[in-house]
């Protein structure tokens, strides 16, 4: 299981939530997320914001999205989307 952290999570049908953890497990799939509201051991933190999506089984997979416009609340021109696992 892997931990990582980020200034917004973005949920389908919820919306951007601020300073969220998400944990992937070993098959790089997201089984949990919840608020960061302390400092919590493994985790890594990602500038930018984290979204997450369901693939064709409905299962979750994260996406780093950095830079990111935070005025705007959407990426940035030269934003790069990475899979997290």
Known sequence: MKRFAAHYLYVPKKGF???QVI???EDGFVFNFFPL???IECVSWLPGVICLEENKE???Q???LYPFDFKEMKPAVDTRRRLLR
């Open 58 to 60: 409905l299962k979750l």
């Open 62 to 64: 994260a996406f780093h």
């Open 37 to 39: 509201s302390e400092e």
């Open 17 to 19: 939530l601020k300073q």
């Open 23 to 25: 944990e992937v497990g």
